[in-house]
């Protein structure tokens, strides 16, 4: 390809991209969130899930977890703890909510390192992981900030200064409620608390590790920051909580939760 239709043709697919891929001038590969976790960071909670579950109740993963939407279903096993494993099935129809399963965390900066598989159970398996506060005022649910994995690509959110914030997530319904288009303002605004890149899932073991240091987030798989973002909900003062949002099924095989500070 000559150099002007190649110029052309990365300048006419760039915007479509919208993309925010970690700069490999920022992050070369031996920046490792896991290493600088371990070296900086106190491990305040470890969980290799080898134990069985007790029913299918809210306490029933056992180790301090909480199933936020397990007494809604109790005829339903979501969770199971099987082989050093916790197999993640969520009962989404019938609890009218994907599983939210979460454990106390408490952090400024710091993170979680996630060892996960999509086990190709169902179609369009997917993963939210990220930090929840109840305790401040002001945010939907608490819902902080995600990282958020689908079979196509991978996101990070600040929900807290964005779609969770009440004052936005009130104006931002009453077009949803009326189908309507979201104002050029709002959908800008939203715009900015969100970024995406590509990515094919598959049914591997990877080792995910989501971190947040000041008003940034990176989320890291295998060892490499794949997309990072800048947002000031991602600043929050306290993860209070780290959770997992589950539309269908993912199996987990060990969580480490580390607190820089
Ligand atoms: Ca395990």
């Known amino acids: ?34 290493g600088w976790l371990r070296e900086k960071g106190t491990l305040i909670f470890h969980d290799p899930f080898e134990r069985e579950e007790t029913g299918n109740g809210m306490k029933a993963i056992g180790n301090g977890w909480e199933s936020a939407t397990a007494d809604r279903v109790p005829q339903i096993k979501q969770a ?22 979460h454990h106390d965390a408490g952090f400024t900066d710091g993170g979680a390192v996630v060892r996960f598989k999509f086990p190709g159970l169902n179609k369009d398996e ?10 401040t005022k002001g945010i939907h649910a608490g819902h902080l900030c995600y ?13 807290k200064t964005g779609d969770m914030n009440l004052e936005i997530r009130q104006r931002r319904q009453e077009y949803l409620d009326r189908k309507e288009k979201l104002p050029a303002d709002l959908d800008a605004l939203l715009k900015t608390k969100r970024v995406t890149v590509p990515w094919n899932a598959d049914t591997d073991w990877h080792e995910l590790v989501l971190v947040t240091e000041g008003d940034e987030m990176r989320l890291s798989l295998d060892g490499k920051v794949i997309i990072h973002h800048r947002s000031e909900g991602f600043a929050h003062p306290m993860k209070r909580w780290f959770s997992f949002l589950v539309p269908s099924t993912v199996w987990i095989e060990d969580v480490k939760i580390w607190k820089v500070n």
Do not use: C, W, Y
């Open 126 to 135: 997917s993963l939210q992981l990220g930090f929840v506060d109840r305790e």
């Open 1 to 34: 390809m000559n150099t002007t239709l190649t110029l052309l043709t990365t300048f006419l697919l760039a915007p479509l991209a919208t993309l925010h891929a970690a700069d490999p001038k920022q992050f070369p590969p031996s920046h490792n969130d896991a």
């Open 80 to 101: 199971d703890l099987d082989s050093g494993i916790l197999k993640i099935a969520s009962a989404t129809k019938e609890a009218g909510h994907a599983a939210h399963i």
């Open 147 to 159: 990282g958020i994995l689908s079979q196509s690509n991978i996101s990070l959110m600040d929900s």
